[in-house]
């Protein structure tokens, strides 16, 4: 009997692509799947609409649990003007486009009748799931997505009805529309005059009551000189000589070079208590930070839980696939921060939660602590 040949489309092609380079190229992508679930996964995103395949072939990937391997530029169109974040449980809009500025910080209850219980678990499927505060942000990030809703078959349209706490609301899709974020923690122009303050957006410190906080918002160099930020490590260094203590403050990192300060932070006094602020973005390279910290220079974690495992995936190489041109970041390193372990998240030893009202007040409950405790 005569095997019947498979069609060769764009997309099979695409897969059988991807699955080699994969393979090729992750360190273990078989660690959290079994090879014939991956595939058979990716088999089905094969017969998904031009529109969707994208989505599809992200939930596939999502099944290796690696929050560094991802289909890139899924959120890039058909977005709801409106930035969310979870608090304890419950979804929040921390930002939008000036259109609809009066539902900031309102409580997300439905989208087009749909309650946020019944959305979730449809749309967790994108994440990765690495561990839960993983999924907590990923579920912000997708929930705004018009065109994740389509996919789910939550929403049919251009617009959603949109239920808060405190009104229905239809808001239309529209991803050129300028979205502005509350930001408790990026520091007020009064902050950055204070004649103590040194350094850039990227990494700043200052002193407060003679305590030295550090702000390391991105593990890069990019748009400054190596003679800045030799300058600006040299003053760290001798300010923190003189500092009653040393706080170090990773919760926007969201990682980058791990070289960029690691020198830095091999050099910090060993005689000065230290302590490094975390929260659910410091990720990647910012996790390597934190560790090193901990571990070797007796540091105390304060803030809320960091965003990803500590024993995990990183360093990515992209993969373009030849038809679609999707762009895939697959990682192919592994990394054990922590030897022989298999903790899920690194909580902090000290909480200092920011709150909804934190973020509409924009004040950063760090300051308040430094001033209280130190």
């Known amino acids: 009997m005569e095997q019947t040949e498979i069609e060769q489309t764009p ?3 695409d897969i059988e692509y991807l699955v080699n380079k994969i393979e090729a190229t992750h360190f273990n992508p078989y660690l959290n799947v079994s090879r014939e679930d991956f595939i058979n996964s990716l088999n089905k995103a094969q017969k998904e609409n031009e529109e969707f395949f994208p989505l599809a072939i992200q939930e596939s990937i999502a099944l290796t649990r690696d929050a560094h391997t991802y289909v890139k530029g899924i959120l890039n169109n058909d977005y709801l003007p409106i930035e969310c974040k979870e608090f304890e ?10 259109n609809y500025n009066h539902i900031i910080g309102h409580e997300i209850l439905k989208i087009n009748e749909h309650p946020l219980s019944e959305i979730f678990p449809q749309i967790s499927r994108l994440s990765s799931k690495e561990n839960r505060e993983v999924l907590l942000s990923d579920l912000s990030r997708y929930l705004p997505s ?6 789910y078959n939550f929403s049919n349209s251009d617009s959603v009805k949109l239920t808060t706490n405190n009104e229905e609301i239809d808001i239309k899709a529209d991803s050129e529309q300028k979205i502005k974020i509350k930001e408790p923690l990026k520091w007020k122009m009064s902050e950055k005059n204070d004649p103590t ?9 200052r002193l407060i009551n003679n305590n030295l906080l550090f702000q390391y918002n991105e593990c890069t160099n990019e748009g400054h000189t190596k003679e800045e930020l030799t300058t600006f490590k040299n003053k760290l260094l001798n300010s923190a000589q003189n500092a009653d203590n040393i706080i170090v ?14 020198d830095l932070f091999e050099k910090l006094p060993n005689n000065k208590k230290i302590y490094v602020a975390i929260g659910r973005k410091t990720f990647s390279s910012a996790m390597h930070h934190l560790l090193f910290l901990k571990q ?15 024993n995990r995936f990183g360093d ?6 030849p038809n679609s041109k999707l762009r895939i970041a697959c990682s192919f390193k592994y990394f054990e921060l922590i030897p022989n372990s298999n903790i899920d998240v690194i909580e902090p030893d000290i909480k200092i939660p920011i709150t909804i009202d934190d973020y509409m007040n924009e004040t950063d409950p760090l300051n308040k602590w430094i001033v209280e405790n130190l």
Not at 89 to 98: A, E, K, M, Q, T
């Open 89 to 98: 449980g419950h979804f929040y809009i921390i930002g939008s486009s000036d």
């Open 316 to 321: 990515y190489k992209e993969i373009v696939l």
């Open 249 to 262: 403050d990773l919760r926007k990192n969201r990682g980058g070079n791990t070289k960029v300060m690691e």
């Open 197 to 205: 303050y040194v350094g850039n957006n990227k990494y700043h410190f």
């Open 11 to 13: 997309e099979r092609e």
């Open 296 to 310: 070797e220079k007796g540091a105390i974690l304060i803030g809320e839980n960091a965003g990803q495992k500590p």
């Open 146 to 151: 018009n065109k994740i809703l389509r996919y």
